[in-house]
């Protein structure tokens, strides 16, 4: 047994009733390395995480820790064996302290009070050791989200985590805060520390990971010094094909303007503004691209847009003012001027999950003539059209009494797309088109808004991933902290200044 | 709605299963307090529909279940949990009275149609307060439609003492309804059947009936039933779409208080033809039942109002028979229905769906927890038509 | 009304409120920890039915408040395992207890003494007696503080110095141990609590448990000290009103005191006065019996502000993959 080995994994299987997420899984971590495990959506990473932390058990095979077996029926035994865990999504209670979230399952002792003192100590000497500054008072739900990932990373390092393990962690993270991270992570591995990175971003897999594994449908594909192998060489090994990461699109040939909008400015439910000021303009025939981080406003532009909250400002389509503020403001409105909206969340919004095909096929149309008669609902029309739907948008299976929830994301998304499009709407609008989608559906996705842009639409697309705004766009705009921090063209921009902008940093702030 | 296991099983055979484990618990109770469980049930099941006698009693108590069972199923498909069946029922009540008693009607024909919207209104008010507080104030409704139950038997109290008794009465009730607002009962229109000259089961049946298909054509059929069962479903996605959760909410809420008033029809005017103290007893709470165990579907709903209809007839005759019995010994199984077929119902789905699983060669859909298809490629999946 | 009679309100209310805000320290801790609870009505009338009875049965009141607690720790398991083991729906299952309670109360009842569902008095050392606190009588005359500390805080039965007691018991708990911590956490991200590597089942059932020893003590309360003897559906919705005094005092201990005394102030007012004048309009005594149901929904409606419950409320924990 060796034991410059952190962690070594032998022969893990688990399977979910008849789906195989892991498939006799066998991978090498070296103590003190940074290592890549890198994987579409559905690939079994976050299985096989699962069982490192103890969430699952594997149906067979081994775990050995430091050379030893090791068994992790739970989390504690995980913890005690020095694995911390820093997840996609935090697990931290809102309005708790930092320190109370540090301490929480590892007080020490009865009452809170000397539990507190003596974690406070500690807590400043770790943020100080590794340059994690953080508030120890400070209540969660008020920091920003990379503190909070650093409240997190000290959560594990308080139960002396030898082996951190971070699932997806840059998703929700500006290009800067990333790079803090980074350093962060090679501060802890300089000092010994094992980190286990998960993530399906080829760029942070090249620059800091000194191991990568690649899995591909619950298998291990391979594992290669990240030194020795290419973004192209790892994607073709995730995806088992060459990928095509560029989109074939002529030049745009834009139109009359179809969107306007100035100075909107929308507050949240706790009066907080999420939207200070936007003014932009979309022509028919281009795509205008929104970038950012996930939270800077993005989601409450396409929701006024789409209709379903307030503002106030001005909102122009075809030169008509549409009512933001009273009781017209609402998605049926919207629909009628022509807009149609793909939402950022499926599965929450664009489609019922337990509605079968042919029912989310109207789904925000069901007031359509066509898919009424008299006082009843057209059940066939809506079948027929669904059945149209899906062959033209190559949705898998193709049974329109399969329930939603059935399909994999991909033919979910198809099917918004497909109800979207076919109403020949003058605006799109789309949200994170391709989350949670597999690559061959994303080509396809891609070329259809492509399609859609050059019939004369116009077309505003958020996205979180630079890569797609990069490709698809024909105008880039960046949101940072409800305004728009700046506007490029693609051709004459990188990713570097538009994580600047994204990060709130104009050419005017030094 | 579960694809884990065929329809017939989850429609049929989980609801039998839960009624069974009631049933059984039922029994064991029975046995507790030094009777036969087995005495009990023969006395229950031949009294309830061993006779034209008990068929007609069983299928009058249906009637109200009917209704009470079809306004809990329609506010469950929007999500609204409305437990004030029993105060709507009882302004339902009010209602009907009201109509019966202003007018000089010639003939039941004329004056049924009338009760109907009569009741239908004042139950589909009295649920408007809480639905309207529900969605302006984020008054959780369960709360709310349980205390406008304590209300509304107050406020019955004080018009049956105080207004609406008849002068010089001692009696809380009003005067008894002319013949033109009187419902004939079955011994008057099917004297060929042998119900007794007494029996309370009258015409009303037929309007349960009629609600039933009704409520089915409404739910599945129509824009507004499309958007009830959306909205109950989701509430982002609802918004997403145009579907305006004020509107929805209000609108099963007022539907569902609708149909709970609708009892009164069968109660007030069909049987006691004048308006008593409680008329509604305690069918609001069995209509919880009744649409759990009917899964929110009319014909389910018809069925388990049936059942619930045979139990409180077959608990009266054990009240008779029995010494010590009593009524409350129907609470009791009407409880433990709930129970089993409400919050421990994966006691028992869980169980079943394992078995169907296993018996399974293709591989199916996700489990319930998961929301995207696992592992493998997603387009390979092969999922259960 | 004069001085005396504002302190005989008060001393009222108290013996009023204290069912009230037991239940409503039930509510707490269950809420707090994640576990709606509709069923504390149905707890508080099982306990009241078998404290009754016991203590009829065996001339002790102590050992009818054992299995009072006993009678409504069952339906608090019961709940627990519809809710957290087997996920159920947490209304439904309170629901369901409210009316198993109501029916098996009378069942039993009339099993065990054919007294159409209640049960017979009690007297004597099966009921709990008034505790004169030390010194009541001699510093009664007093001006003002005498008959403040000698008829309204004195006289009482013990469970309503240990329902006062609870409040800062609860309190302490909740905010000072490392078990309030964790109870916290769990009803607001379960997730926080399981990868933290502490049992998420075993914090809630560990609060119902204590919801149904506290239920326990307001139903035998209700029967042995507040009332002399179990009659059908005694609890009269007091566990719904100790819901809403719940949101009202937004999950806290101390609020949760004030809350309860007020509603315990109407009930009080509306015993003292059962048909009032106002204004020459004379106010119907059924109003007077509805008004702690009237204020119920008027205080949902309203006056509570924006009252955030727990966020894990209601839900059954899940592991997210």
Known sequence: MDETLAIELRGISKAFGPVQANKDISIQVKRGTIHGIIGENGAGKSTLMSILYGFYRADSGEVFIGGKKTEIPDSQAAIDAGIGMVFQHFKL????????????????????????????????????????????????????????????????LYREADILILDEPTGVLTPAEADHLFRILKGLRDEGKTIILITHKLREIMEITDTVSVMRRGEMTATVKTAETSPEQLAELMVGRKVLLRVDKMPATPGDVVLEVENLRVVDDRNVERLRGIDLTIRAGEVLGIAGVSGNGQSELLEILGGYAKGTGVIRVNGQQIDITGSASVARTRRARGIAHVPEDRQREGLIMDYRAWENIGFGYHDDPKFNSGLLMDNSALKADCVD????????????????????????????????????????????????????????????????????????????????????????????????????????????ELGLLMAGITEDAA | MNDAMPKWADIVLIPLINLALALFVSGLVVALIGKNPFEALYILVSGSVGSAYGWGYTLFYATNFIFTGLSVAVAFHARLFNIGGEGQAALGGLGVALVALSIDWPHWALALPVAVIGGMVFGALWAAVPAYLQVRRGSHIVITTIMFNYIAAALMVYLLANVLKVPGSA??????????????????????????????????????????????????????????????????????????????????????????????????????????????????????????????????VFIAALLFGALYQGGAELTFEMNGMTREMILVIQALVILFTGALDNMVRSPVERMFLSRRRQPSAPLPTTPMTPGGHPDDAKVEP | MDFLGVIQLLDSSLRLATPLLLACLAGLFSERAGIFDIGLEGKMLASAFFSAAVASYTGSVWIGLMAGIGASLVLAAIHGVASITFRGNQLISGVAINFLASGLTVVIGEAWFSLGGRTPQLEGAARFQEITLPFANAVRDVPYLGPIYADFLSGHSILVYVALALVPI??????????????????????????????????????????????????????????????????????FIALAALIF?????????????????????????????????????????????????????????????????????????
């Open chain 3, 249 to 321: 005092a937004k999950w806290r201990p101390w609020y949760a005191l004030g809350a309860t005394l007020l509603f315990g102030l109407l009930e009080a007012l509306g015993n003292r006065f059962q048909s009032l004048d106002l204004f020459g309009i004379p106010i119907p005594t059924q109003f007077m019996q509805a008004l702690p149901y009237i204020l119920t929904v008027v205080i949902l409606a309203g006056f509570v502000g924006r009252a955030i419950p727990p966020r894990a409320g209601g839900e059954p924990y899940v592991k997210e993959r």
């Open chain 1, 93 to 156: 209670v809102e309005n708790f302290t930092v320190l109370e979230n540090v301490i929480l399952g590892a007080e020490d002792g009865r009452l809170l009070k000397p539990s507190l003192a003596k974690a406070r100590k500690l807590l400043k000497k770790l943020a100080d050791d590794y340059e994690m500054d953080v508030d120890p008072d400070a209540i969660i739900e008020d920091l920003g989200v990379g503190q909070q990932q650093r409240v997190e990373i000290l959560k594990a």
């Open chain 1, 389 to 496: 739907k899906m062959e033209r948008f190559d949705v898998r299976p193709p049974d329109p009494n399969l329930a939603a929830k059935n399909f994999s994301g991909g033919n979910q998304q198809k099917i918004v797309l497909a109800r979207e499009i076919e109403r020949n709407p003058d605006l799109l609008l789309i949200g994170q088109p391709t989350r949670g989608v597999d690559i061959g559906a994303i080509e396809f996705i891609h070329q259809q808004i492509v399609a859609l842009r050059d019939q004369g639409k116009a077309i505003l697309l958020v996205s979180v991933e630079l890569d797609e705004i990069m490709a698809l766009s024909d105008r880039i705009a960046v949101m940072f902290d409800g305004r728009i921090m700046g506007e490029r063209l693609p051709s004459e921009t990188n990713q570097g």
């Open chain 2, 171 to 300: 009696s809380p009730e009003t005067a008894r309804f002319i013949e033109g607002a009187r419902l004939p009962n079955a011994a008057d229109i099917l004297p060929w059947v042998g119900f007794s000259r007494s029996t309370p089961l009258n015409v009303s049946f037929l309007v349960a009936v009629l609600a039933c298909i009704g409520v089915y054509f409404l739910i599945w059929r129509t824009r507004l039933g499309y958007e009830i069962r959306a909205f109950g479903h989701s509430e982002p996605a609802a918004l997403y779409a145009g579907i305006s959760p004020v509107r929805i909410t209000m609108l099963a809420m007022l539907i569902s208080g609708g149909l709970s008033g609708l009892m009164a029809i069968n109660a007030v005017m069909g049987e006691a033809e004048r308006l008593v103290l409680d008329p509604v007893q305690g069918a609001g709470f069995v209509g919880i039942a009744v649409a759990l165990m009917g899964r929110s579907h009319p014909l389910g």
């Open chain 3, 170 to 239: 609860t309190w302490w708990v909740l905010f000072r141990t490392r078990f309030g911590l964790r109870l916290r956490a769990v009803g607001e991200n379960p997730a926080a609590v399981d990868t933290a590597g502490v049992s998420v089942v075993g914090l809630r059932y560990a609060a119902v448990m204590i919801c149904g020893v506290l239920t326990g003590i307001a139903g035998a309360y209700l029967a042995t000290a507040l009332s002399a003897g179990f009659v059908k559906e005694m609890s009269a919705g007091r566990g």
